[in-house]
């Protein structure tokens, strides 16, 4: 994370297998955003060189890979992802308190330039008749400040939330803990399959730390105008 990060909060996700498509995204938006999201879709069609060769423009990138698996296995993932330069990389906090512990302890094995490690806590798509569905019989609110707490204690930079518990964590876990916030969705942007969402000037001032826009941006007919447009709203907020 950088100078350029802090005044602009927007990493536009290039949620893309092509990987052409995603740097001519890249490109475009440079100048309006303050970082890149790079996610499954391109991670497994690109791999790591993938990753560097979007890396080698210049923009911090957040790896959205949220691991999810024993403690040992997510440990070695996070030195894989570390090696790659990132900014910021995510796992479950679902995976519990010895997994997080691990990739924070693997992050850190990089020294100065070791990513921040980010909890996810409830998906954006997920509502309460979703988590009753699998068994977590608790409204998202309920459970994504668990999950928050969990990953704070366990030595996480911050963690993942959806904008409508933006308020309530930076409360609970006071000014240093990151919120990266997906869910962001402009006045009359398609909802698409987010459920709990905020326009960006609402979820910055609620406190977000970063906000993760996709698809209004990348939909757009004119990506570079939209980015821009986005920054502009922001002028003067802050978490």
Do not use: Y
Not at 26 to 42: D, M, N, S
Not at 50 to 75: C, S, Y
């Amino acid at each position: 994370m950088n100078d350029h990060t802090a005044a602009n909060p927007v990493f536009v996700a290039l949620d893309t297998a092509d990987a052409r498509q995603a740097r001519a995204w890249a490109e475009a938006v440079r100048p309006h955003v303050g970082g890149i999201k790079l996610g499954l879709e391109f991670f497994v069609a690109n791999g790591g060189d993938g990753v560097r060769a979007l890396a080698a423009l210049g923009l911090p990138v957040f790896l959205d890979l949220k691991f999810h698996d024993i403690p040992n296995t997510v440990a070695g993932a996070v030195r894989a992802a570390a090696g790659l330069g990132m900014a910021m990389l995510n796992v479950h906090a679902g995976g519990g308190r010895a997994m997080i512990e691990a990739a924070v302890a693997a992050a850190g094995e990089a020294g100065a330039n070791r990513p921040r490690v980010l909890a996810v806590t409830v998906l954006t798509s997920l509502d309460a008749g979703d988590l009753a569905a699998i068994g977590q019989a608790t409204t998202p609110s309920n459970q994504v400040r668990r999950l928050a707490l969990l990953a704070q204690d366990s030595g996480a930079d911050g963690v993942v939330c959806s904008p409508a518990e933006v308020a309530m964590l930076r409360q609970t876990c006071g000014p240093n803990f990151l919120l990266v916030v997906p869910g962001i969705r402009p006045a009359g942007a398609a909802t698409g399959d987010q459920k709990r969402m905020l326009d960006p000037a609402g979820a910055r001032a609620a406190g977000a730390d970063v906000l993760v826009i996709g698809r209004p941006i990348t939909a757009a007919s004119d990506p570079a105008a939209a980015a821009a447009a986005i920054a502009a709203s922001l002028a003067g907020t802050r978490p």
